[in-house]
């Protein structure tokens, strides 16, 4: 199993940053996609960005030009760097990410999901 381990998560003030992290471990022979999920509440999980092995990105349009996600592949780890928030940005984050065991098996993997509370 591929374990991932998120951080990051916590309170800050309307326009103010934080940068999440999340990284993964075990038996890795690739990783296809490394991405985050929120969920507020009340509602749905929901996409906020996702990165591809070739860096290719993708993010929903409430996040886009305040939030970047990024990756180090070497280390495992993807990263998602978030400024400008707002209290709509509220929510837990989950890390996903997918790929490929040594074992020939693809996976896809959860992080235990991290709190992030915008409010003044």
């Given at each position: 199993?591929?374990?991932?381990v998120e951080s990051g998560g916590?309170?800050?003030?309307?326009g103010g940053s934080l940068?999440?992290?999340?990284a993964a471990s075990g038996?890795?022979?690739?990783?296809?996609?490394m991405g985050w999920?929120?969920?507020?509440?009340g509602k749905q999980r929901e996409l906020v960005a996702t990165i591809t092995s070739g860096g290719n990105t993708n993010y929903a349009d409430s996040v886009k030009g305040r939030f970047t996600?990024?990756?180090?592949f070497a280390k495992n780890t993807v990263y998602l760097q978030m400024n400008l928030m707002k209290p709509e940005d509220?929510?837990?984050?989950?890390?996903?990410?997918?790929g490929s065991l040594r074992v020939g098996q693809n996976f896809d993997s959860w992080g235990q999901g991290t709190q992030v509370t915008v409010s003044s």
């Amino acid at each position: 199993q591929v374990q991932l381990v998120e951080s990051g998560g916590g309170l800050v003030q309307p326009g103010g940053s934080l940068r999440l992290s999340c990284a993964a471990s075990g038996s890795i022979f690739s990783i296809a996609v490394m991405g985050w999920y929120r969920q507020g509440l009340g509602k749905q999980r929901e996409l906020v960005a996702t990165i591809t092995s070739g860096g290719n990105t993708n993010y929903a349009d409430s996040v886009k030009g305040r939030f970047t996600i990024s990756r180090d592949f070497a280390k495992n780890t993807v990263y998602l760097q978030m400024n400008l928030m707002k209290p709509e940005d509220t929510a837990v984050y989950y890390c996903n990410v997918r790929g490929s065991l040594r074992v020939g098996q693809n996976f896809d993997s959860w992080g235990q999901g991290t709190q992030v509370t915008v409010s003044s």
